[in-house]
């Protein structure tokens, strides 16, 4: 063995990584590695297999291949332990209704409770700072079930800061979310990672504010990795047409980096 190998490795690996739902291959062969602190953007085509790519990081699906963390493969490790190293966002969370704001995000800080003890005054004070910072301190004492889509979808990102995990699974954070929201919900991802050294790994749909934010994409097609690099070179038009079954058109922008265009097949008013 050389030396190398014997170091364990920081952050994030995958090797060959595959899930079977109902005979169906939904991931196959994933091998992929995550460095401390890098925000990884996984993209692809509805169905290539992105959301099950994270609930297997999340250990929320069954798997073959091996996921590690520092070194230390997570299939084996106790439940708390793992929820103290790994948060992580669902497409489509479920909500207890009656809850309000304030309770539902300090449920993120369950994992920091000794064996016998509940939540503390800390605890709460760290919900309260997060909900500041997702601008909803006047949603606190609000139930969930008197919440607007995007009020939820922040309140969960919510939930899983104060978790307080080094490693943030977020699966598509943003879809509810307006414009405006979009772009704060992802200036606070970044502003925590540089902060707390996060990794994070996201899916995005929207490749051109996926450009904006993160370092690296992940391209998935049926399940495998098709193209894996910098937006500059993963966005282009080539790829994006065949692996999304679109023609687009990707423009650089001054401002805004790679901007990323679906063309119609017909003009606009076109009757043909
Ligand atoms: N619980 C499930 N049972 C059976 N098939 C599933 C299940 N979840 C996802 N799939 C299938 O696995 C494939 C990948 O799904 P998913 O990971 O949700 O893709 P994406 O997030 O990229 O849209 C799809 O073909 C989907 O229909
Ligand atoms: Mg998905």
Do not use: C
Request: charged residues 25%; hydrophobic residues 40%; glycine residues 8%.
């Amino acid at each position: 063995m050389t030396q190398s190998e014997t170091v364990a490795q920081r952050g994030v690996q995958l090797r060959e990584v595959g899930v079977v739902y109902e005979r169906a291959v939904a991931l196959s062969d994933v091998s992929l590695d995550v460095a401390l602190g890098e925000w990884v953007g996984v993209i692809g085509a509805n169905g290539a297999g992105k959301s099950t790519l994270l609930r297997a990081m999340a250990r929320l699906v069954k798997y073959r291949g091996t996921i590690r963390i520092d070194g230390h493969e997570t299939g084996p490790m106790h439940r708390r332990d793992f929820a103290r190293l790994v948060a992580y966002v669902p497409q489509s969370p479920q909500f207890p209704a009656q809850m309000r704001a304030i309770d539902y995000v300090t449920l993120g800080r369950t994992p920091h409770h000794g064996y016998l003890g509940g939540e503390s005054s800390h605890d709460r004070d760290r919900s309260a700072e997060l909900l500041g910072r997702l601008d909803m301190s006047h949603l606190a004492l609000r139930h969930l079930d008197s919440m607007s889509g995007g009020e939820l979808q922040r309140l969960v990102l919510a939930r899983a800061l104060a978790q307080s995990a080094p490693i943030l699974l977020l699966d598509e954070p943003t879809s509810a979310l307006d414009v405006g929201r979009r772009v704060e919900v992802l200036e606070l991802v970044d502003e925590l990672r540089l902060e707390r050294n996060l990794t994070v790994i996201s899916t995005v749909h929207d490749l051109t504010l996926a450009a904006q934010f993160v370092e690296r994409l992940v391209l998935l097609s049926q399940g495998a990795v098709v193209a894996d690099g910098t937006p500059e070179e993963v966005l282009v038009e080539e790829v994006v047409n065949r692996h999304f079954d679109v023609r687009v058109e990707i423009l650089r922008s001054e401002h805004n980096g790679i901007v990323v265009t679906p063309r119609r097949a017909k003009s606009k008013g076109s009757h043909d």
